[in-house]
């Protein structure tokens, strides 16, 4: 729920924003299109609180705002007539303004509502001359203008902005057009920058930059009388299935955005996982931990159940070994078949001591709180100790009857050697590159078990943690794999999963390559 400093109810500024709204401007797209801008209260809100909160020297208290709201809820039309305001009212002699975006054609979103809303109004359309070939509307008035940019424009100088509108900040591909136009608002008396957003996944980005120093001026953590942070979204602990959580998102549920609307979306994310982050940013404005999220947590968690390597003692398994070098987590999982056709998992994890200390922030954090409860296997140094995990690997399989074991050929010459050298067989390791051909029949075959409680792992926490990271990329044939790169953090689990599952479809019918004889693993 949006939480915003308290207007001085006094300054009348902010009522003659409201009053510009909806006496001069209409609305030009959609169902209201025609009508007059009758703001929402929450609009309404922020043109009171933004242009009638003074200093004591009387300009506005407020230089920068950022205002995050879902998609559907009309934040673009509203900065569109804020933008208008800031050129045609706002008394600022040679006045700039600029509506920026990542790229031209979100750019031009805000500037062409902004300039049908002029054409449309018989009173302002007089008094200005609008250029759409170079997206300009000028004021000569004033000898003024307004501006649409994108991302291309970073490089550029001689910006002397008075007022800017930034659409969709979470798009931006850097910070170089915002600090471009932050820094050229320095000569004006009383600048006003906007950043107007849904949430969106990259944690590196400007946007979440923005997002974070927001939440820490409402919440008081930071004073910042010039910055003015609206927020409304699902917090990150909410049921995004709950439609009072869509209520508490949406300013404008069951007007601008039909709860019609949001119940289709929603259905389409609970039949289709790669969707439910998209629905979750852009219609609740929680920021996700990737793009595209693969595995919906909901489901994984179901899947829970209670068992131990004990009670699996001797039973017929596959494997998968991702193996890492410094920063990564070394992971092995087993999967073992079950009789209606899913499988049970059992997976173990290691990671060199001093990447652990090397980590950030809530990273850090997680990483030794795994490590402390014996979730994760510290190895001494700063890489994998390749002869330690070797030996692990070779003394678990003593206790299987493990078929074969699939391991990312890359980096993992060392590791595969010594486990040769244990004992195990050379038949019994099988390389199995990070593709497409790879992974794809075992990741669609997981999500397909998922809602039906086919998979079924022991609540490894780790494991969990993984399979909430997981990020999937997927060609033109509508293949899958896991995407390291777009993940949002260590996803190796999944991948050592996928691979002895993919070994289990392959090779299911297939006798053992050992037996275990007393404890022992022990060629046929």
């Given at each position: ?18 009053e ?17 801008f ?8 922020i043109?009171?609180d ?12 407020y230089r920068?705002?950022?205002?995050e ?5 009309g ?6 007539g ?11 002699k ?36 609008i ?5 300009r509307i000028?004021?000569?008035?004033t000898?003024?203008f307004?501006r ?14 008075h007022?800017i ?7 931006q591909p ?34 979440y930059?923005?997002?974070k ?6 919440d ?8 003015y ?5 699902a ?5 995004w ?43 609740l ?8 999220r ?19 003692q001797?039973?017929l ?8 070098s410094?920063?990564?987590?070394t ?20 990671i060199p ?21 014996g ?56 390389k199995?590159?990070?593709?497409f051909?790879t992974y ?8 397909g ?5 086919k998979?079924?792992h ?5 494991l969990?943690?993984?399979?909430g990271n ?8 509508g ?15 999944i ?14 019918g ?15």
């Amino acid at each position: 729920m949006a939480r915003t400093s308290k207007r001085n109810s006094s300054g009348n500024d902010g009522q003659h924003v409201v009053e510009f709204f909806e006496q001069c401007l209409v609305h030009v797209k959609g169902a209201l299109a025609g009508q007059p801008f009758e703001l929402m209260d929450w609009q309404k809100r922020i043109c009171l609180d933004l242009f009638g909160t003074k200093r004591k020297d009387g300009t506005r208290q407020y230089r920068k705002a950022y205002i995050e709201v879902p998609r559907k809820n009309g934040k673009s039309t509203f900065a569109a007539g804020i933008a208008l305001y800031l050129l045609l009212c706002d008394q600022e002699k040679g006045a700039e303004v600029y509506s920026a975006a990542s790229t031209r054609d979100q750019a031009s979103l805000v500037y062409s509502m902004a300039a049908e809303m002029l054409r449309k109004s018989p009173v302002l359309s007089k008094h200005v001359r609008i250029r759409d070939s170079v997206k300009r509307i000028i004021y000569d008035k004033t000898n003024s203008f307004y501006r649409a940019i994108s991302a291309d424009a970073a490089g550029a100088h001689g910006f002397n902005a008075h007022g800017i509108i930034f659409d969709e900040v979470h798009t931006q591909p850097d910070r170089d057009l915002w600090d471009v136009l932050d820094t050229s608002t320095g000569a004006r008396q009383q600048p006003l920058t906007i950043a107007i957003t849904t949430a969106g996944h990259d944690r590196s980005s400007i946007c979440y930059e923005l997002h974070k120093y927001a939440k820490a001026v409402r919440d008081g953590q930071i004073k910042d009388d010039s910055f003015y942070p609206v927020i409304y979204g699902a917090d990150d602990t909410d049921d995004w299935r709950d439609q009072s959580v869509w209520e508490k998102a949406n300013p404008c549920l069951d007007t601008a955005v039909s709860r019609q609307y949001l119940e289709e979306q929603a259905a389409r994310a609970e039949e289709n996982p790669a969707f439910e982050n998209t629905f979750r940013r852009l219609h609740l404005n929680q920021w996700t931990e990737q793009d595209v999220r693969a595995i919906p947590m909901h489901r994984w968690d179901e899947c829970a159940a209670e068992f131990t390597a004990d009670d699996l003692q001797g039973r017929l398994c596959y494997g998968g070994l991702d193996l890492s070098s410094t920063r990564d987590v070394t992971a092995f999982v087993l999967v073992f078949p079950e009789d209606d056709g899913g499988a049970k998992v059992l997976p173990w994890f290691w990671i060199p001591e001093d990447n652990v200390d090397q980590r950030a922030g809530q990273d850090k954090r997680i990483v030794q709180a795994f490590a402390s409860q014996g979730h994760i296997e510290v190895t001494d140094g700063n890489e994998v100790d390749v002869r330690y995990v070797a030996e692990r690997v070779f003394e678990i399989c003593q206790q299987f009857d493990v078929q074969h074991i699939g391991y990312d050929p890359w980096n993992a010459a060392g590791v595969t050697q010594m486990l040769k050298e244990c004992g195990l067989p050379d038949h019994a390791l099988l390389k199995m590159p990070q593709t497409f051909s790879t992974y794809n029949e075992p990741f669609k075959k997981l999500l397909g078990w998922l809602p039906n409680g086919k998979l079924r792992h022991d609540g490894n926490t780790v494991l969990r943690w993984m399979a909430g990271n997981t990020a999937a990329k997927e060609d033109p044939s509508g293949n899958l794999r896991p995407d390291k790169g777009k993940s949002a953090e260590k996803i190796d689990g999944i991948c050592a999963l996928l691979m002895g599952l993919a070994l289990q479809i392959q090779y299911g019918g297939e006798s053992s390559v050992y037996a275990n004889d007393g404890g022992g693993v022990v060629l046929f």
